[in-house]
């Protein structure tokens, strides 16, 4: 087996990596989500390690001896780190000449032949689902009989192998929590609306959905949903209360597990039966969710200790929806909202402006349907065209790109990339700060944030750091007009 290190290199301050397709750049207050992505395959290589880079605050020259005794890296890409992780890939290369590079993720997967030419020092890219593909690498198989990678040959060539087979079984891959415990430290792993510290994984895999702008289930993941079985869900969460104890919360980071009824009521039930959800039980979870879960799949949920709910509403006006192919009715995620306050289940929602059909119209209609819906916190993100997704080829044909493909600034802050001929990008950009101020600057939300710190004194610490972050994300977007 080959001495395989697993790695999200170091990029930007306070780059939300790990998320894998969830708008990578630094967030509005302190959020680092763990790799899964890579922490998957690192349980399933013998003697493997992983490291996470920009959530431990390392550098180059923090991680730079790994990679004196190792023989192969696979390293986590996305299209806004790219730049940045091609620059580690040389400094590996460099340190040690005789490794073998992978890169993996979304972005090398739709543009693998770009990516190998664009750096000298990556020698292959996994696509697919690259569980396996990562094993028969570190087996020390021969490149040209491994499916689902595009690889460098030696006379200089870049060869296509076949498409790898999507994983059917969820039940044959491990669990990650024992590398997550082995090679990261969870007090490093923040998310504004989950209990610190949290641990979060996926269930399951794929997403029904066909969301023009969402990037995994257009490319890695596909649109049907695969999970593990309910008991070997379990077992991970066993373990997670076993030996790691200083978690207050796990979220399902399935890209909307609620979605599974049938799945979810049950595993609900078994969670109860371990004691979520009763008296003096200390651990909550969470999920993704769309709105539209019925009420009694909610109840069931919250009987079985669910929380908080990360929900995807992206938008107030129904036909913008509909252009994106949300399969959502705002009708339907009111009343969805309603039934899950009443429940007493918290809400971090989710909406995103400059999407294709927006107006000055349609974003004011926005902002006043989340103050309507009142979700507890919000995340309010540009409309990001990742390649790989129906948006950006909507993007491509239109015409909408305004001047650049770059996601991001040169700091890590995300930037409007879409302009319409009745909408300019830099009037969307300053949206965003208008909608965050006109939703959290009500004397009802201060109110709301304020009664929820005065009743816990870890909430105001919390709280008071998160405000000097969102402060300084505000003063920063505007440095980077």
Not at 89 to 116: C, H, Q, T, W, Y
Request: aromatic share 12%.
């Amino acid at each position: 087996m080959m001495r395989t290190l697993f790695l999200q290199a170091p990029s930007f301050d306070g780059y939300d990596g790990g998320a894998g397709a969830r708008y990578q750049m630094k967030r509005e207050v302190k959020s680092f989500w763990y790799p899964t992505w890579l922490a998957q395959p690192a349980a399933m290589i013998e003697g493997s390690k992983l490291i996470d880079a920009p959530a431990h605050d390392q550098s180059w020259e923090d991680i730079a001896h790994e990679f004196d005794t190792r023989d192969l890296v696979i390293l986590h890409t996305s299209t806004p780190s790219f730049n940045q992780d091609i620059r580690t890939a040389r400094l590996i290369k460099e340190r040690n000449p005789k490794i073998l590079i992978a890169f993996v993720g979304a972005k090398v997967m739709i543009e693998d032949k770009a990516s190998l030419e664009a750096c000298e020092a990556i020698d292959l890219v996994c696509r697919e689902e690259y569980d396996f593909t990562c094993v028969e690498l570190a087996e020390g198989r021969p490149l040209a009989e491994i499916d689902g990678i595009t690889w460098r040959a030696p006379d200089g060539s870049i060869v296509r192998n076949k498409d790898r087979a999507q994983i059917e079984d969820m039940d044959v891959l491990p669990m990650v929590s024992p590398i997550y415990k082995r090679d990261l430290d969870s007090t490093k792993y923040f998310g504004g609306y989950q209990r610190h510290p949290y641990v979060s994984f996926y269930t399951g895999r794929g997403c029904k959905s066909r969301c023009t702008f969402c990037l995994w289930p257009q490319t890695i993941s596909g649109h049907r949903y695969r999970h593990r079985s309910v008991p070997k869900v379990i077992e991970e969460v066993q373990y997670i209360l076993a030996e790691m104890p200083e978690v207050n919360e796990i979220f399902f980071d399935d890209d909307t597990l609620a979605d599974a009824h049938d799945f979810v009521v049950e595993l609900s039930g078994e969670l109860r039966k371990l004691g979520f959800g009763t008296p003096g039980f200390r651990v909550t979870w969470g999920c993704n969710a769309k709105a539209n879960v019925p009420q009694p799949v909610l109840k069931a949920m919250k009987e079985g200790g669910c929380r908080v709910l990360l929900v995807g509403y992206e938008s107030g006006n129904q036909q913008i929806l509909h252009n994106i192919k949300k399969g959502l009715r705002t009708d339907v995620a009111r009343q969805f909202t309603k039934d899950a306050h009443a429940l007493g289940l918290t809400i971090h929602g989710t909406f995103i402006l400059g999407l294709p059909g927006e107006t000055l119209e349609t974003i004011e209609e926005t902002i006043n349907y989340a103050k309507e819906i009142n979700p507890h916190t919000i995340q309010v993100s540009l409309a990001a065209p990742y390649p790989g997704t129906f948006l950006y080829k909507q993007a491509i044909e239109n015409g909408w790109f305004d001047n650049s493909n770059e996601l991001l600034t040169d700091g890590g802050n995300q930037i409007a990339q879409l302009s319409y001929p009745h909408l300019s990008s830099a009037v969307i950009f300053e949206k965003v700060e208008e909608f965050y101020k006109r939703f959290y600057f009500r004397p009802s939300k201060i109110w709301e944030i304020v009664r929820e710190m005065l009743t816990d004194w870890d909430m105001m610490k919390r709280r008071l750091r998160e405000g000097v972050e969102f402060f300084d994300f505000l003063r920063r977007r505007k440095e980077a007009v």
